[in-house]
């Protein structure tokens, strides 16, 4: 109960709480290297004190011994025996690492702390740092994933037959040959499985101006349901009996996947209303397996805020694409939008785009209108987000190979996202949520409907 402390005229024989006691005062006062003396005293006399630990790291962190501090709040994290402590440890962590300009495992510790945080104050200052943290940290990753039943994974058709090929087949006959789709021309049904990570590091930062490395990384392939499985394996076995070769179809024949590097800048105006944006990327995309095609992309934007309650969004980009399957195109997009905080705290949000995409193929030009709409619920219902979502857009084909008059393509779509903001597991809560588009055509072969239900997860802040 009693230890000796060593003094510069004797030695003093004080007890442990009094020595505890004396150390957070030696904190206090800012006499860290007093702090430090008493804080090894009291391991010396338990080396699985928490509390000694806990003073020892943010005195060492104090002066400047981050690796140090680092290593006394790990020992306190080690020994931790309830919430408070784990909450404390995990924090001193994150402040050490920080300090130390290694703030992603900051983050990572912060996000420790709230998963032990003792109460909801706890846990709102464990956010708040975290936010903190994350503004200062130069590099910022974001990570998705997808685990999605889908009715239609290669965006097939939804009817049996289709007019096609007319001026091969009857050259004098607008209305085509009206032919039966194969299996593998119709929706197949089955499982997504991806992953998406995107990642930044700014290299350069001004008060008003931002320069950052952009990297990317996207994958998605799909499992065939058993009755696509079944569907296909019967048009297999009808072209052998013709004598033709088998289509051996399979769900990594539609995998598809990007690897993108590029530049992007921002500057905030004079007056904080708004922001300046540009990016440029080059890329590489890979479908079924083998390289598709490689891209160069280019934006700006520029959001502004009228009020403190809504923003308005304008963007110009343009996508190349050089083929290694098919063909090269180009494409030009102008969109705007328009985003509200409503008096009763819910979100509303507006915007349109118009697009062209030109190719040295005809039939794969087209002219595009898009809008979109959403709202977003400001109070959870029984501790769930909710966020509704309506789209719509129409695309027109001067040439198609299937109508003398051309494509046209309407295309309605819906969604609904529940984040479950009860369930948090170190600041991330799980979602789920409900897709479904459905595209009508003048051309059979492309009228698709698609019905998707995806779980994925979001961070709590």
Excluded: C
């Excluded at 685990?147 to 004098?172: H, V």
């Excluded at 009206?178 to 995107?198: F, R, W, Y």
């Excluded at 694409?321 to 102008?334: E, F, H, I, M, W």
Aim: net charge neutral; no cysteine; hydrophobic share 35%.
């Amino acid at each position: 109960m009693f230890a000796f402390v060593q003094t510069a005229d004797a030695q003093t024989r004080i007890s442990a709480p009094e020595m505890e006691k004396a150390a957070k005062l030696s904190l206090a006062v800012g006499a860290d290297d007093q702090a430090i003396d008493l804080a090894d005293a009291l391991l010396l006399r338990n080396n699985k004190d928490v509390t000694a630990h806990l003073i020892r790291s943010r005195a060492l962190r104090n002066i400047g011994h981050f690796a140090d501090a680092r290593s006394a709040a790990r020992e306190g994290w080690r020994h931790a025996a309830d919430d408070e402590e784990r909450y404390t440890a995990a924090l001193l962590m994150a402040q050490a690492l920080s300090s130390d300009d290694k703030r992603t495992r900051a983050q990572f510790w912060l996000r420790r702390a709230r998963q032990a945080a003792p109460s909801e104050a706890h846990a709102a200052q464990a956010a708040r740092d975290y936010r903190y943290v994350q503004r200062r940290n130069p590099w910022q990753t974001h990570l998705s994933f997808t685990l999605a039943p889908n009715s239609n994974i290669n965006n097939g058709s939804a009817r049996d037959t289709s007019a096609l090929f007319y001026q091969f087949f009857n050259p004098f006959n607008p209305d085509g040959v009206e032919a039966t789709l194969g299996a593998a021309s119709k929706a197949l049904s089955g499982l997504e499985i991806g992953g998406d990570v995107q990642s930044r590091y700014r290299f350069h930062q001004t008060e008003r101006t931002a320069h950052d490395l952009r990297m990317g990384l996207s994958y998605r392939t799909y499992q065939l349901s058993s009755q696509s499985r079944d569907d296909l394996d019967a048009q297999d076995a009808e072209r052998i009996a013709d004598g033709s070769a088998p289509l051996n179809v399979s769900g990594g024949d539609f995998a598809y996947g990007t690897l993108r590097l590029g530049y992007g800048y921002k500057q905030l105006r004079k007056d904080g209303r708004g922001e300046f944006s540009l990016t440029a990327d080059l890329g590489q995309s890979f479908y079924g397996g083998s390289r598709y095609n490689s891209f160069v992309r280019a934006g700006i934007g520029q959001t502004y805020y009228t009020d403190q309650t809504t923003k308005l969004r304008f963007d110009l980009n343009t996508d190349l694409r050089q083929a290694q399957r098919g063909s090269d195109t180009q494409n030009l997009s102008v969109s705007t939008g328009l985003s509200r905080q409503l008096p009763n705290g819910n979100g509303l949000y507006l915007g349109g785009s118009v697009a062209v995409l030109r190719s040295e193929t005809a039939s794969l030009e087209y002219d595009e209108l898009r809008l979109r709409g959403g709202y977003v619920l400001g109070r959870p219902v029984f501790g769930t987000s909710i966020q509704f979502g309506l789209g719509t857009s129409l695309r027109e084909y001067d040439t198609s190979p299937h109508d003398a008059a051309g494509r046209r393509d309407l295309e309605l779509s819906a969604d609904i996202t529940a984040t479950f903001k009860q369930i948090d597991y170190y600041g991330f809560n799980p979602t789920l949520s409900l897709n479904a588009s459905t595209t009508n055509s003048n051309i059979g072969l492309y009228d698709v409907n698609r019905v998707g239900l995806s779980i994925g997860i979001a961070s709590a802040f």
